[in-house]
């Protein structure tokens, strides 16, 4: 937990997994015309998030293009309710905190993970309980999105139709270059999802930025204690699909007077956009309440770039710097082994630039702020369908908590 103390006055784009292929959806249809996707076409210049891999044909439906041209899906999220599924997660999570203390070395770990040749080899795992289909194919079978619209136009469906508390609608793209990974669904996102609806008390009537919020999943969730969420990206495009999906969800929100409000902040930028003109920008008030009300910062898998990484610390410490009140800032992320050039090796150069950038910010020290850190183990209740369960120690979803004294 990192840690921040005043003592005085002085002074996304989400994470990518490499071990899944993209998948590019080809339609075989006249515009408008409802029809399934009749191939998936695996691209290496793309990446797809296992969060959507592993979704059901029938909770995956294509409902427009956005304004790039890109094909846009809504998914259904269910909030898995109810004692025996906490029951059954309270027994997991118990497996995962003694597999979580036997965990081997980082070196044994990755020797784990290589052939004889060397190269890194990743089993393929069956669904969970909560999503296996019903007949016997395969979860990349399964993928396999219907067009509904195409265009802006709303649409119906009666099978869509569902109770507004225990189901999130989420319109996302499926399959993206590196820059527009913001526009899919991570782990890490249902990660701190998980821990928000578990620690309700914690957050309840809070006023919360999110940093990196892509599809505003995380904020989503966060409005339904909070009282205000400040949900940021960049990219007009983006922003549009977040406060679509706001939108979609304002049902969820039980906070008297709670609200989500979707903002423009770019971490390579020193101000706010304040511009009237410009869309999702800051007013007046906007910044006045920012810097007077938030304690609580979040960011869920948005540490996939150094040069992202290094701007994003120092946002943080230059937002840090103007709030009036004590804040924890929660840092949700996934370590993951990839082969870069630089060492012709198998290494988490990602994951180990992040760690240094959390250490030089733990020693920041200006008279100011005083910080520590802590990385909470995943060992509470798990409440969306995702693959978590079965990962252990180094390679399982992390969180960080960056919390103020």
């Not at 920008?281 to 770039?305: G, M, Q, R």
């Amino acid at each position: 937990m990192t840690s921040s103390e005043r003592t005085g006055p002085a002074q996304r784009v989400p994470g990518l997994s490499s071990r899944w292929p993209a998948v590019r959806a080809e339609k075989h249809a006249d515009q408008g015309e409802q029809t399934e996707m009749e191939a998936i076409t695996f691209s290496k210049d793309t990446v797809l998030s296992d969060i959507h891999l592993r979704i059901q044909q029938k909770r995956q439906l294509m409902v427009r293009l956005n304004a790039v041209g890109q094909p846009v899906f809504q998914t259904q999220f269910k909030i898995l309710w109810g004692k025996n599924v906490l029951e059954a997660a309270s027994n997991r999570d118990e497996k995962i905190a003694t597999d979580w203390e036997s965990t081997p070395s980082d070196v044994q770990e990755l020797e784990a993970l290589l052939d004889d040749d060397g190269d890194l080899e990743v089993q393929r795992r069956p669904p969970t309980p909560f999503d296996r289909p019903e007949s016997p194919i395969s979860t990349r079978d399964v993928v396999c999105p219907t067009i509904l619209t195409i265009g802006n136009e709303e649409y119906s469906r009666e099978e869509d139709s569902c109770n507004a508390e225990d189901v999130i609608k989420i319109e996302h793209t499926m399959a993206t270059p590196l820059e527009d990974v913001g526009k899919q669904i991570w782990r890490g996102a249902f990660l701190l999802a998980d821990y928000i609806l578990w620690q309700q008390d914690l957050f309840r009537g809070c006023t919360a930025l999110e940093l990196g919020a892509g599809t505003g999943f995380t904020s989503i969730i966060m409005a339904t204690v909070a009282k205000t969420v400040y949900c940021t990206d960049v990219g007009e495009d983006l922003l549009d699909m977040c406060e679509r999906n706001i939108s979609l969800n304002k049902g969820l929100a039980k906070t008297p007077g709670g609200q989500v409000k979707v903002k423009e902040l770019n971490w390579l930028k020193n101000e706010l956009c304040s511009d009237p003109e410009a869309p999702y920008s800051w007013t007046e008030d906007d910044i006045a309440d920012l810097h007077d009300e938030t304690t609580v910062i979040l960011a869920a898998d948005v540490f996939y770039d150094d040069d992202l990484t290094d701007a994003l610390f120092k946002t943080l410490y230059r937002i840090t710097q103007a709030l009036t009140r004590l804040c924890t800032i929660y840092l949700s992320m996934e370590r993951r082994f990839n082969f870069t050039l630089r060492y012709m090796d198998v290494t988490c150069d990602a994951y180990n630039h992040f760690r240094n950038c959390l250490n030089n910010f733990v020693k920041i020290s200006d008279g100011k702020l005083r910080w520590t850190a802590t990385e909470m183990k995943p060992v509470f209740p798990q409440y969306f369908s995702y693959e978590r369960e079965h990962l252990v120690g180094e390679h399982c979803p992390q969180i960080f908590l960056h919390s103020s004294n």
